[in-house]
């Protein structure tokens, strides 16, 4: 369909809103455990049941948001590299099956860090202006970035589990820059997704952070690959 004009930019949009609903909505559906188990996480009043939800929601993050996460950012890759033609589902479930073994060992050596950090701010919530409040939120800013570049590496380069792990390292420290660039606008899209367009955290939210992380690890991927290019 060829259409300019002002029936064009809207044809261009919806295309776009439908393509990330679409890829949303597979993404939750794969992680739908997890949902359930955080939906009822907000109607609990027991202490014990509150910790118990929480526990099973840290067992099933390693089993089924990082395979299902890693399977959006594959999505996501493709649009970032400007490849638009494949199939939803079917580039979905590849990815998720290519990668589903990489994605749970990553997500065992990941949360137990993101479980400390969380406890550790939970100590430490009743006081925001501590040194070590400070250096926490630093240290959350550094591990999500970290842990959006190894999702992002895992479908973008071929290297083995902890090389890929080395990689999200080195890019996030080496690259202070694109690491804040990349923590401040993922905290702007959950604000709006929260505060300002409810609908968005629904619809849209998952492949517009996955977007955003993916096209901050590829630049600063790039930009080491052309310091080292230049060195050599």
């Known amino acids: 369909m060829n259409l300019s004009g ?59 948001f990082f395979p299902a996460t890693t399977a959006l950012f594959g999505v996501v890759r493709r649009w970032v590299l400007k490849d638009f033609d494949a199939p939803l589902f079917k580039s979905f479930l590849t990815y998720y099956k290519l990668n589903y073994l990489r994605s749970f060992l990553g997500g065992m050596v990941i949360v137990p860090i993101w479980v400390a ?16 409040f400070s250096i926490l939120i630093i240290v959350t800013m550094f591990l999500f970035v970290i842990t959006s570049h190894f999702l992002a590496n895992t479908v973008h380069l071929e290297i083995k589990f902890f090389d890929s792990l080395r990689s999200s390292v080195y890019l996030c420290c080496g690259n202070v820059f694109y690491s804040l660039a990349i923590f401040l606008t ?46 050599n």
């Open 6 to 64: 002002l029936m064009g930019g809207v044809y261009y949009i919806s295309q776009w809103i439908m393509r990330l609903s679409i890829t949303n909505i597979l993404w939750l559906l794969f992680n739908l455990p997890i949902v359930y188990f955080m939906i009822n996480l907000m109607f609990l009043e027991n202490k014990q049941s509150i910790v118990a939800n929480m526990i099973v929601i840290t067992i099933m993050l390693p089993i089924i």
């Open 117 to 132: 950090l969380i406890v550790n701010f939970l100590y430490y919530s009743e006081n925001h202006r501590t040194v070590a």
């Open 186 to 231: 993922t905290v702007l899209i959950f604000y709006v997704s929260f505060y300002v367009f409810t609908f968005f955290m629904a619809v849209l939210i998952g492949p517009c952070f996955a977007a955003a992380a993916f096209f901050g690890y590829l630049r600063a991927y790039t930009r080491v690959q052309s310091l080292q290019n230049f060195v």
